[in-house]
């Protein structure tokens, strides 16, 4: 585990992150395994990061860390603007942090060159955007197997498995549609599966029901949810739904740059 | 919403999209830049020579002018003694080759008396020895033979000052003669006109040009018709009175086909320029599409949208204009040198002394920039005032917009290319009218061009994704999706390219042509002839020459040819006819004809009793036909008629020739001179030896003597010089679809960004994103170079086949090498991969995180 450096703000955080009482069953979460290194997949340690904005510089995220355990389910609660995105792109390797570490499954985030992280990325990491963020000229098959394309590592099993999780979403028929021809939530649900079909280590979803009415967010949550669940991947997911935060193990509270902890109970 | 509003609007998008605006105002300089270079220098060259008509003209009327002879002295003297004529002067003129450097001069040759009442800029100057003794200066020319004058400026070039000794050489001789004054012009016109003049009294300039009693011709000063009517009627036959203004805008409009067709070729740079401000305003209205549908739904409406976007486009074409008339005067100072050269080979020699930029050239600068500014906006404006408030219509939407208007781009190009074609056959003479029909094919073809890249991608995708794999389907689709920038970015460099193919193949035909016509027209050995100075200027030799280079060892025969102008009365509108007298045909078998009223084999013979045959040119400027052929010529005897029994093709000049028997000719002109010979070897004799002796012996006359190779390099030297500045604009326009290209990537790029960002996100490393990039790159520069082969090829025929023989009057033959066609898709594919390679590095080095947070 991490050790904060004293008096800064988020002392401990991962420590003090806090089990939610289980509501889907897969996700029970024991805090005294977050100690097992076997166990943590996610170390983040006192990160920080700032953007320059119309000539300033803002500070989005400050001396924040964070560890999360393998199959673990973590919501990372905030308002617009709180540096939910950001956590994420810093956890996935899109972003670099202006100072701090990431290990992801021991592997150090922030010491690999861009190449190496591009390469760990599309072998481990999994991920789902607001905006669904789909490969306008690909169709569904293509979308969905882009990871493993661009690894090189398509075969037969891939394949198989690629199939079966689109059937499972419901979009057995639209292999070969391209995604204009979607709609929201069935381009969210291809998104899943592409998160899923390479079988990462991690998936990240930045607010993944954020551009859908209630009833696809309903439906897409439940996939996301199982699906991860049944293969058994560690879901960070960023929302400001509290509704949604309260389905996961713990929830981080994302306010001004800090990370904090917060009851499940108060998540209301 | 007030104009206020409207403007900071505008001035907020400009801010935002710096890049785009600097490819806008970029597109525009360029375009307008080229028009006012080529029109500068043009201009400039055209000006001088006016100015140098002018200066020899004076304030004259009407000139008295003979044949290749001249006009008697006596006609003068008889003029002031009989008719009381005190407004004329006589003129001698020719060319001298001065000081060591044999610069070219025009000799003037004047009486200092009579000058007055005609060219007031020798009476108005001050002409002195040394600076403030005027008038004794004027006193030694008349007084003392062998003295001249120069101006200042000659002075300079000359390094010379009076009383220093100036070597003169004429193609009769070398003669030295005594500076004994600088004229110091009264103005700046005046020291234009005296800028290329040696001035010597009228005894001094007949001695040095060998032609004693004889005058160039008679300048006048005449308001009264009586004055005239009498001087008319006392003319000799042979000597004609006619007015100078005539005259001189016959020998003005020698270049207009040249200079013609470089404007033309200038005009394409701006075509091509449109085209990218037309991609770039579309885009930036893409882009857009949100922000204009929330001002529409708080109260803009649509004109205030459209008044928007076209404000916009003026703001940034007044900059580009401003900028391009700038660049354009510098880049006429560059072009001048060029343009100068090649009328010089071809038409007439000039000097420009100082840049034209005139207000009319001014106002084609401002014209074409706004207009072309403002006409490429026009349809993203309109495209822009159709956003409603409630649109909701994403860029793929758009997208799929662009993808309907390509099929009507489609029919409308081949409408367009179709009406092109047609106005092919109407006023068949007419040149402004060929190359109305020249864009016409050529916007059509590439109105084409948007729907051709569809089904080219469509047709690549699968075998490029079974070859290359993700990125392989990737790349052609994404061309496809972003058809409205792509599409005209393509459209750009086909044309573009065309351009090149076109021009190339047409160089390239009309190369191969002149080849096959001087290997049927070299017949003979060795050609002696004076150097090269324009079509008006005549070269005199003495015929007795031929005897001595008859005597010469290994010459078997001497052939001479007599080359002057003279008048045909039934075209007062053209310049003087070039007469050129044969003493035998050289090539009477090997010369191809358009049509003869007689066999081959018997030309000759009917030449020799009376009959003339003229090249193609010729025959075209003055509708001359197996129907239409006599040509009425003023001869020494008066103005004689000639049947013409053939019309043969010719490329040494696009004025065109008469050819006539040496005999015929010496029978209707008192003229004793020759201008060149043509030498017959023996068969064991080697053209170098002759070549070496003739030398020798024209030393003192500055003649060329060429061996038949020597003078095939020289006539190869002249074309290429004449076509290289063809070549200079066409590599500037692939510079302009370069920036297109360059400019369509970045805003296909800035369109990608989310895509892009996030297949980053998913695993495409960078290397294999700047491979992406490459590969769509090529893949526009590869489609664009296959569309410019028959865009080109049809450019290429229709300059063969409409503008070149409405311009010149030649048609030659339709050449095509393989090699060029490869070498133009190169030119496409490697624009395309050059203009990618800065997108590719920006998006290679993209954070993927900035990208997809931007979205």
């Known amino acids: ?75 990372i609660l905030g308002s617009s603007g709180s540096g939910k995105t950001t956590l994420l792109h810093l956890i996935g390797g899109i972003d670099t942090p202006d100072s701090g570490s990431i290990v992801i499954d021991g592997t150090t985030l922030t ?101 859908l009415d209630a009833q696809n967010s309903a439906r897409v949550l439940s996939i996301l949810l199982q699906l991860t669940r049944e293969a058994g991947r560690t879901l960070l997911m960023a929302t400001h739904d509290h509704e949604i935060a309260r389905q996961a193990s713990r929830v981080c509270r994302l306010h001004d740059g800090a990370l904090s902890m917060q009851p499940a109970a108060a998540v209301v | 919403m007030t104009g206020a509003v409207v403007s900071r609007l505008v001035y907020r998008a400009l801010q935002r999209r710096v890049l785009q605006s600097v490819l806008f105002v970029i597109s525009i300089l360029a375009g307008v830049a080229l028009i006012v270079g080529v029109d500068v220098a043009a201009e400039s060259a055209r000006r001088a020579f006016s100015l140098s008509l002018a200066s020899l003209q004076g304030d004259a009327t009407h000139e008295i002018v003979g044949g290749p002879s001249g006009v008697p002295s006596s006609l003068y003297r008889s003029l002031r003694a009989d008719l009381g004529i005190r407004t004329g002067a006589p003129v001698i003129q020719d060319t001298v080759r001065v000081g060591a450097a044999e610069i070219p001069l025009t000799l003037l040759g004047i009486d200092p008396f009579a000058e007055a009442q005609v060219r007031q800029y020798l009476a108005g100057a001050s002409t002195a020895t040394v600076p403030g003794v005027e008038g004794q200066a004027l006193l030694r020319l008349m007084a003392e033979p062998d003295t001249v004058l120069v101006a200042q400026s000659v002075a300079a070039r000359l390094g010379v000052e009076p009383g220093d000794q100036l070597a003169l050489r004429t193609a009769r001789g070398r003669r030295n003669v005594t500076l004994v004054g600088i004229i110091h012009p009264a103005n700046e016109l005046s020291a234009q006109a005296l800028a290329s003049l040696v001035v010597a009294d009228i005894s001094t300039a007949q001695e040095i040009v060998g032609s004693p009693g004889v005058l160039t011709r008679i300048d006048l000063v005449l308001t009264d018709a009586q004055v005239l009517a009498d001087i008319q009627g006392s003319l000799p036959p042979g000597v004609v009175v006619r007015p100078v203004e005539s005259n001189r805008s016959s020998l003005e409009q020698l270049s207009d086909s040249f200079t013609l067709n470089l404007q033309a070729l200038s005009l394409l740079a701006l075509i091509v320029g449109l085209f990218l401000v037309y991609n770039i305003m579309s885009f930036s209205v893409v882009q857009r599409r949100t922000q204009i549908g929330m001002l529409r739904a708080i109260g803009a409406t649509r004109r205030q949208v459209f008044a928007g976007i076209l404000l916009e486009a003026l703001v940034l074409g007044v900059a580009g204009t401003l900028l391009g008339l700038a660049v354009g005067y510098v880049l006429g100072g560059f072009l001048v040198g060029a343009v100068t050269r090649t009328i010089s080979d071809l038409y007439y020699r000039v000097e420009v002394q100082a840049l034209t930029l005139t207000s009319l050239t001014i106002a084609k600068g401002v014209f074409t920039g706004l207009g072309a500014s403002l006409a490429a906006a026009l349809i993203p404006a309109l495209n822009a005032t159709r956003i409603t408030p409630a649109s909701t219509l994403r860029s793929a939407d758009a997208e799929q917009a662009s993808r309907s208007r390509a099929d009507v781009a489609a029919v409308t190009g081949i409408v367009v290319l179709g009406a092109g074609l047609v106005l092919t056959q109407f006023q068949a003479q007419s040149l402004l009218l060929g190359f109305g029909a020249l864009f016409l094919v050529l916007m059509g073809s590439v109105l084409m061009t948007p729907l051709a890249l569809l089904l080219v991608m469509h047709l690549v995708q699968p075998f490029l994704g079974r070859a290359i794999g993700t990125l392989g389907r990737i790349a052609p689709r994404a061309i496809a999706r972003s058809l409205s920038r792509t599409g005209v970015a393509v459209a750009a460099l086909s044309l573009s390219v065309s351009v090149i193919v076109g021009v190339s193949v047409m160089i390239a035909s009309f190369r191969g042509t002149v080849t096959t016509w001087l290997d049927g027209a070299l017949t003979a050995d060795v050609f002696i002839s004076a150097p090269a100075s324009g079509l008006l200027e005549t070269v005199n030799l003495d015929p007795e020459l031929a005897v001595q280079l008859q005597n010469l060892p290994g010459v078997s025969q001497v052939l001479t040819a007599r080359d002057v102008p003279v008048l045909a009365p039934d075209y007062p509108g053209l310049p003087p006819v070039n007469l050129v007298a044969v003493s035998d045909d050289l090539a009477e078998r090997s010369r191809r004809y358009l049509w003869l009223a007689v066999p081959q084999e018997e030309v000759w013979e009917a030449m020799q009793a009376g009959a003339i045959i003229v090249t193609e040119s010729f025959a075209y400027r003055r509708g001359i036909s197996p129907e239409v052929n006599t040509l009425n ?10 049947p013409i029994v053939g019309v043969y093709y010719h490329y040494g000049t696009d004025q065109g020739i008469v050819l006539m028997a040496d005999p015929v000719y010496r029978e209707h002109f008192a003229d004793p001179w020759v201008s060149s010979f043509a030498l017959f070897l023996t068969p064991e004799t080697q053209s170098a030896h002759v070549v070496e002796s003739a030398r020798r012996l024209v030393a003192d006359q500055g003649l060329n003597v060429q061996s038949t190779g020597e003078l095939r390099t020289q006539v190869f030297t002249i074309f290429d010089r004449a076509f290289n500045i063809t070549a200079a604009l066409r590599s500037l326009a692939a510079v302009v679809a370069f920036i297109g290209v360059l400019s369509a990537l970045m805003a296909l790029q800035l369109d990608q960004k989310r895509t892009l960002g996030t297949m980053r996100a998913l695993g495409l490393t960078s290397g294999q994103l700047w491979r992406l990039t490459l590969l769509e790159t090529g893949l526009m520069g590869l489609a664009a170079g296959l569309f410019a082969l028959p865009i080109g090829l049809l450019l290429a025929k229709m300059l063969i086949d409409v503008i070149n023989v409405r311009a010149f009057g030649w048609t030659f033959s339709f050449l095509v090498s393989p090699g060029s066609l490869l070498q133009a898709v190169l030119i496409a594919l490697t624009a395309a991969l050059l203009a990618g390679a800065y997108p590719a590095w920006r998006v290679a080095h993209l954070t993927p995180a900035e990208a997809i947070r931007n979205e």
């Open chain 1, 111 to 211: 010491s690999l060159s861009d190449t190496a992280r591009t390469h760990f990325r599309r072998r481990h990491v999994g991920m789902v955007f607001q905006l669904f963020n789909l490969i306008p000229t690909l169709t569904v098959w293509e979308n969905i197997l882009l990871p493993a394309e661009l690894e090189g590592s398509v075969d037969a099993n891939r394949r198989d498995y690629a199939a079966s999780l689109l059937e499972r979403v419901g979009l057995g028929d639209r292999t070969n549609t391209f995604p204009e021809k979607l709609s929201g939530g069935e381009q969210q649900r291809v998104a899943i599966v592409r998160a899923l079909a390479h079988e990462p280590l991690i998936v990240l979803a930045d607010e993944p029901t954020g551009n």
């Open chain 1, 1 to 75: 585990m991490a050790r904060q450096p004293a008096g800064r703000r988020n002392e401990s955080l991962a420590a003090e992150c806090f089990v939610v009482e289980p509501r889907i069953p897969f996700l029970t979460f024991h805090p005294q395994e977050m100690n097992n290194k076997h166990n943590t997949i996610v170390s983040i340690s006192g990160i920080s990061k700032s953007f320059r904005d119309l000539g300033e510089q803002r500070e989005v995220l400050t001396d924040a860390s964070l560890e999360v355990g393998r199959g673990e389910f973590v919501a």
């Open chain 2, 633 to 642: 010529v003023l001869t020494d005897n008066g103005v004689r008629s000639f």
